[in-house]
């Protein structure tokens, strides 16, 4: 159990790192990007701003989603690509529809998802609220 905790917990760290570098890293090119959409789009420039922002967004949390789900492959608490990365989809957005779960062993690491996705989508939306401030 102990084990399972120190690999969510690395995780959820890897996560977080990524998610931080990501978000920052798109902070520092989103002038440059509102200036190339406002002469692409002009009138609409700010919708387009926010919708880079919003594919951003989900590519960072598709990120997150593969790292997650190819741990499960690599601990072997889920067989196959496409069951992992469905497995962690579910959790990590917590839906937890349960056609797929875990073995006893490794139960733990679901709900550990569950609060990473759940820490990173209110990271996520507050991230959205700010550019959709800073676009007005």
């Known amino acids: 159990m102990i084990a399972h905790l120190a690999l969510g917990s ?7 790192a990524i998610q931080a570098e990501m978000f920052g ?13 406002r002469r692409r789009f002009r009138r609409f420039a ?12 989900l590519m960072v ?3 997150q989603i593969w790292i997650w789900a190819i741990s ?11 069951p992992a990365l469905y497995f962690t989809t579910v959790s990590f957005t917590t839906l937890g529809f349960g056609d ?4 006893p062993d490794w139960r733990l690491l679901s709900g550990i998802t ?14 959205m609220v700010e550019l959709v401030r800073r676009t007005a």
């Open 72 to 82: 499960f492959m690599l601990t072997g608490a889920v067989a196959g690509l496409e």
């Open 25 to 37: 890293a798109f902070n520092k090119r989103l002038e440059q990007i509102t200036v190339f959409l």
């Open 114 to 127: 569950a609060a990473n996705g759940f820490l990173s989508f209110g990271w996520s939306t507050a991230y």
């Open 61 to 63: 949390i598709t990120v």
């Open 46 to 57: 700010n919708t387009a701003t926010l919708i880079v922002g919003v594919l951003f967004v």
């Open 10 to 16: 690395l995780l959820i760290v890897i996560n977080v």
């Open 100 to 103: 797929i779960t875990l073995d």
